[in-house]
């Protein structure tokens, strides 16, 4: 990534995620979120804007969607019975996985409560079990 100019805020795009890029993605240091969803959704409709909103809000995290009726064998995978599902991922560690919508201010908590997780302690505690 390159410089922004001072007080220019650098958005990413939401990314759309397959089979084939999500080890990559999923595993790679840093905070992935990931909304599964389906275009007939009214559920999914209703949370994709709060999710649009809230990768504006942290540029520093990667968003991303699975669309499900096009990655049946990716969902099926990961065991995505119901949608939507947001998955989030830290230094290649799924760390939170919760069907159904949330609202804004939840979504919120949540993101600020995987960025203070202690990844060492995280880590150790998943070597254990």
Known sequence: MGH???????????????????PAVTGADGITLIDFWAPWCPPCRMFGPIFEKAAEAHPDLTFAKVNTDEEQELSAMLGIASIPTLMIFRD????????????????DRVIGLVKDLDMAEVKADAATA
Do not use: W
């Open 4 to 22: 922004t100019p001072r007080g220019m805020v650098l958005l990413m795009a939401l990314r759309t995620l397959t089979l084939a890029d999500f």
């Open 92 to 107: 290649g560690v799924l760390v939170f996985s919760q069907p159904g919508a949330i609202g804004a201010k939840d979504l």
